[in-house]
Nanobody, 123 residues
């Protein structure tokens, strides 16, 4: 069973950067990719980025495009989310999830995530 451990969150000021990490254990050959989603109080979950382990396919939400970069290290079974030019609206708990799947209507389906890491951006 896949286990996920996110880290790297913190409190930063607007305009600063953070790099989140997600270590994946129990990964199988059927695990083709990873994603990051976030959850802020009172807001819907939002998948902000997703990537295949090969790096051949990458997705970014419009809200983070140009500021966030998702990447993988296959040797370390780790997926990263580099977040630059952070804004107060990026404040949320961030989670990684294996094999997020796009569904009709533009939504996503995913069924496993770790404990999350909190990102707080002050203005």
């Amino acid at each position: 069973q896949v286990q996920l451990v996110e880290s790297g969150g913190g409190l930063v000021q607007a305009g600063e950067s953070l790099r989140l990490s997600c270590v994946v254990s129990g990964r199988t050959s059927s695990n083709y990719g990873m994603g990051w989603f976030r959850q802020a109080p009172g807001k819907e979950r939002e998948v902000v980025a997703a990537v295949t382990w090969s790096g051949s396919s990458i997705y970014y939400a419009d809200s983070v495009k140009g500021r966030f970069t998702i990447s993988t290290d296959n040797a370390k079974n780790t997926v990263y989310l580099l977040m630059n030019s952070l804004k107060p609206e990026d404040t949320a708990m961030y989670y990684c999830t294996p094999d997020p799947e796009r569904i009709a209507g533009g939504g996503w389906r995913y069924n496993r995530w770790g404990q999350g890491t909190q990102v707080t951006v002050s203005s």
